[in-house]
C-alpha cells in the first residue's frame, strides 16, 4: 500500500511534468547505445567546442583557489561586465544593480516567473513557445494564456492578438525572439506596437533573449524591446546566458536584468534557493563577453550555411511546409498533411526510420515537428533523407 503521504505533493511544483524534449533525446540515445544508427537533430545545444580563452580563464581561476562563495548575485565585476554589453549592444540603460548572474537562464526565467506571478495571475504564451514556460508558469501557481501565432506573420505575436488576449488579470508577457522552437525575430515595427500594448495596459514583459547573437538576415537584426523607450524599460526583465551564443550550456550561467525593484527581489529568491552562481564558472563567463567574438561569427555563419542546407531539403519533403526561420538553430516545419499528431510523428519516425526530431506538441502546437540544425551537415543531409523516404510512404 503506498503511504498517503506519498500522494500529497505540492498542486504545483509537485505536478510538473519531465521535458519531452529530453524524453525523446534520452529514447535516441538508448537505441544508438543498442547499435541502431540514429540520427538526430533533437538537441538545443551548439555542437561546438566552448572557445579555449574561456576555458582557460575558469581553469586559472580555479588553480588560483577561487572555490569560495560570491555575492549572490555574482561577481561585481562581472554584473558590470553584463551592463556594459547591455548598454553597448542592446541599447538598455541597466547598471550593475539591476543584473542577477544565476546558475543559467532558464533559472532566471523561473525566477523572474516565480517572483512576479501568483494564484490567478495570468501569463501570456505566445504559440509556440519554448515548452518550459507553461511548466514555470504553472509552477508560480499562475494562468497560462495561449495565443495563436501563425506561419503567415512569421509565427509572431501580433498586436491585434495581444490585445484580445489582455485581461486585467494579465500580469506578464512573455517574448522570445529569436524564438525556440520556430526561429521567428521579432520587427522593431512589431516590438514597438507590442510596447504600446504593454504600457497602456501596464503589465510586464519578460524578453527571453538568450538566441539574440545567432541571427542570419541582414533585413532582420536583432532588437531588445526594453531598449524602445523609458516606459517599457520599466516593465521588461531581460534575460540572456552563455549557454547558446558561447556554447557554454553546461556551465550553467545566465542573467536577468531587471528594475531594481525587482531585481532585489529575485536575488532574495536565489539567495534561499542556489546561492551564487558557480564561482570560477563567473570569469569564464567574463572572458566570453570582454575576449575575442571571433568564434561567436564563426559559429554563426556555420549555423547560416546549415540554415541554408536544411531549409532547401526540407522544401524538396511532399507534405511538409516550413518556414524559413530568422535566428537560433531550429526548423519547425508542419506536418498536419500526414494527418499525424506529432508525437506519432515522432515516435514512428524513430522506430521506422531511426530519425530523432521532437514533437510540437510540448511547444503548443501538435501539427509540427522541430529540428535543431546544432549539428553536422552530413546529419543534417542524411535526416532529411530519411525523413523524406518516411514521408513519402505516409
Given at each position: 500500500?503506498?503511504?498517503?503521504?506519498?500522494?500529497?505533493?505540492?498542486?504545483?511544483?509537485?505536478?510538473?511534468?519531465?521535458?519531452?524534449?529530453?524524453?525523446?533525446?534520452?529514447?535516441?540515445?538508448?537505441?544508438?547505445a543498442e547499435g541502431k544508427d540514429i540520427t538526430?537533430?533533437?538537441?538545443?545545444?551548439?555542437?561546438?567546442?566552448?572557445?579555449?580563452?574561456?576555458?582557460?580563464?575558469?581553469?586559472?581561476?580555479?588553480?588560483?583557489?577561487?572555490?569560495?562563495?560570491?555575492?549572490?548575485?555574482?561577481?561585481?565585476?562581472?554584473?558590470?561586465?553584463?551592463?556594459?554589453?547591455?548598454?553597448?549592444?542592446?541599447?538598455?540603460?541597466?547598471?550593475?544593480?539591476?543584473?542577477?548572474?544565476?546558475?543559467?537562464?532558464?533559472?532566471?526565467?523561473?525566477?523572474?516567473?516565480?517572483?512576479?506571478c501568483k494564484e490567478g495571475d495570468e501569463v501570456?504564451?505566445?504559440?509556440?513557445?519554448?515548452?518550459?514556460?507553461?511548466?514555470?508558469?504553472?509552477?508560480?501557481?499562475?494562468?497560462?494564456?495561449?495565443?495563436?501565432?501563425?506561419?503567415?506573420?512569421?509565427?509572431?505575436?501580433?498586436?491585434?492578438?495581444?490585445?484580445?488576449?489582455?485581461?486585467?488579470?494579465?500580469?506578464?508577457?512573455?517574448?522570445?525572439?529569436?524564438?525556440?522552437?520556430?526561429?521567428?525575430?521579432?520587427?522593431?515595427?512589431?516590438?514597438?506596437?507590442?510596447?504600446?500594448?504593454?504600457?497602456?495596459?501596464?503589465?510586464?514583459?519578460?524578453?527571453?533573449?538568450?538566441?539574440?547573437?545567432?541571427?542570419?538576415?541582414?533585413?532582420?537584426?536583432?532588437?531588445?524591446?526594453?531598449?524602445?523607450?523609458?516606459?517599457?524599460?520599466?516593465?521588461?526583465?531581460?534575460?540572456?546566458?552563455?549557454?547558446?551564443?558561447?556554447?557554454?550550456?553546461?556551465?550553467?550561467?545566465?542573467?536577468?536584468?531587471?528594475?531594481?525593484?525587482?531585481?532585489?527581489?529575485?536575488?532574495?529568491?536565489?539567495?534561499?534557493?542556489?546561492?551564487?552562481?558557480?564561482?570560477?564558472?563567473?570569469?569564464?563567463?567574463?572572458?566570453?563577453?570582454?575576449?575575442?567574438?571571433?568564434?561567436?561569427?564563426?559559429?554563426?555563419?556555420?549555423?547560416?550555411?546549415?540554415?541554408?542546407?536544411?531549409?532547401?531539403?526540407?522544401?524538396?519533403?511532399?507534405?511538409?511546409?516550413?518556414?524559413?526561420?530568422r535566428g537560433a538553430f531550429y526548423i519547425f516545419?508542419?506536418?498536419?498533411?500526414?494527418?499525424?499528431?506529432?508525437?506519432?510523428?515522432?515516435?514512428?519516425?524513430?522506430?521506422?526510420?531511426?530519425?530523432?526530431?521532437?514533437?510540437?506538441?510540448?511547444?503548443?502546437?501538435?501539427?509540427?515537428?522541430?529540428?535543431?540544425?546544432?549539428?553536422?551537415?552530413?546529419?543534417?543531409?542524411?535526416?532529411?533523407?530519411?525523413?523524406?523516404?518516411?514521408?513519402?510512404?505516409?
Open positions: 500500500m503506498i503511504p498517503d503521504i506519498e500522494r500529497s505533493v505540492s498542486p504545483t511544483l509537485g505536478s510538473l511534468q519531465p521535458s519531452m524534449t529530453l524524453g525523446i533525446t534520452a529514447k535516441a540515445k538508448a537505441m544508438k538526430s537533430m533533437s538537441a538545443g545545444e551548439p555542437d561546438f567546442d566552448t572557445p579555449e580563452h574561456i576555458k582557460q580563464a575558469a581553469a586559472d581561476s580555479l588553480k588560483a583557489g577561487e572555490t569560495k562563495y560570491t555575492p549572490v548575485a555574482g561577481r561585481p565585476e562581472l554584473r558590470e561586465a553584463i551592463a556594459e554589453k547591455l548598454k553597448s549592444e542592446n541599447k538598455i540603460d541597466y547598471s550593475a544593480d539591476n543584473v542577477v548572474v544565476s546558475p543559467g537562464a532558464k533559472y532566471s526565467v523561473f525566477s523572474v516567473i516565480t517572483v512576479l501570456i504564451l505566445p504559440k509556440p513557445y519554448w515548452l518550459s514556460y507553461e511548466q514555470m508558469v504553472r509552477a508560480a501557481g499562475a494562468t497560462p494564456v495561449f495565443v495563436e501565432a501563425y506561419m503567415e506573420d512569421e509565427y509572431c505575436l501580433t498586436r491585434q492578438n495581444l490585445e484580445k488576449a489582455v485581461t486585467d488579470r494579465t500580469k506578464l508577457l512573455v517574448l522570445n525572439t529569436p524564438g525556440n522552437p520556430s526561429g521567428n525575430m521579432y520587427t522593431r515595427d512589431l516590438l514597438e506596437q507590442i510596447a504600446d500594448v504593454v504600457v497602456r495596459n501596464d503589465f510586464m514583459v519578460l524578453a527571453d533573449e538568450i538566441y539574440e547573437k545567432l541571427v542570419y538576415d541582414q533585413d532582420h537584426e536583432h532588437v531588445s524591446i526594453a531598449s524602445l523607450n523609458n516606459d517599457i524599460a520599466a516593465r521588461t526583465i531581460t534575460v540572456n546566458g552563455f549557454s547558446k551564443s558561447y556554447s557554454m550550456t553546461g556551465w550553467r550561467l545566465g542573467y536577468s536584468a531587471a528594475p531594481q525593484w525587482l531585481a532585489k527581489h529575485i536575488t532574495a529568491l536565489q539567495s534561499h534557493s542556489t546561492s551564487n552562481p558557480t564561482t570560477f564558472a563567473q570569469p569564464g563567463a567574463l572572458a566570453a563577453l570582454q575576449g575575442s567574438q571571433e568564434p561567436v561569427e564563426e559559429m554563426r555563419r556555420t549555423f547560416a550555411e546549415r540554415r541554408e542546407l536544411v531549409y532547401s531539403l526540407l522544401n524538396e519533403i511532399k507534405g511538409i511546409n516550413v518556414f524559413k526561420p516545419p508542419d506536418i498536419s498533411e500526414f494527418g499525424l499528431d506529432s508525437m506519432t510523428f515522432a515516435d514512428r519516425v524513430l522506430e521506422e526510420a531511426q530519425v530523432a526530431v521532437i514533437p510540437g506538441k510540448p511547444f503548443g502546437m501538435d501539427t509540427h515537428i522541430r529540428l535543431s540544425y546544432a549539428c553536422e551537415e552530413d546529419t543534417i543531409r542524411r535526416t532529411c533523407e530519411r525523413l523524406k523516404e518516411f514521408c513519402n510512404k505516409l
